[in-house]
């Protein structure tokens, strides 16, 4: 066990350990909005398919595609294989439409001289 914790601003408690009260502050300090805010945003630059992946219209449209896949999964064959059908068709269609979506081409703008 270590004999003191340190903070993230450099200080250590005396008994060794932080608090309920520091852990919950510490906590609320690092999922703060905008510190949330700030990552997505370095992380929406770093990996421009992300944007496409966190689309909500892309996200609806796989739900869509495999509520109506395990409808007739669960008429055809039973609730089990209609379970699978929809965890399989929800994260391919999705990751499949976010895909699509990302290869799209953009028009081209002519260069302003």
């Known amino acids: 066990m270590a004999d003191s914790a340190e903070t993230d601003f450099g200080e250590r408690d005396e008994g060794g350990d932080m608090g309920i009260a520091d852990h919950a502050r510490a906590l609320r300090r690092d999922l703060s909005m905008e510190r949330l805010e700030g990552r997505l945003e370095e992380a929406i630059s770093e990996q421009p398919f992300l944007a496409h ?26 609730s089990a294989f ?11 269609g999705w990751f499949a439409l976010a895909h699509r979506s990302y290869e799209r081409r953009r028009p081209t703008r002519p260069a302003e001289q």
């Open 82 to 92: 209609a379970a699978f059908v929809l965890l399989m068709l929800f994260f391919g």
């Open 53 to 78: 992946l966190l689309d909500l219209r892309n996200v609806a449209r796989a739900v869509m595609l495999c509520v109506a896949g395990a409808l007739v999964a669960l008429i055809l064959f039973g």
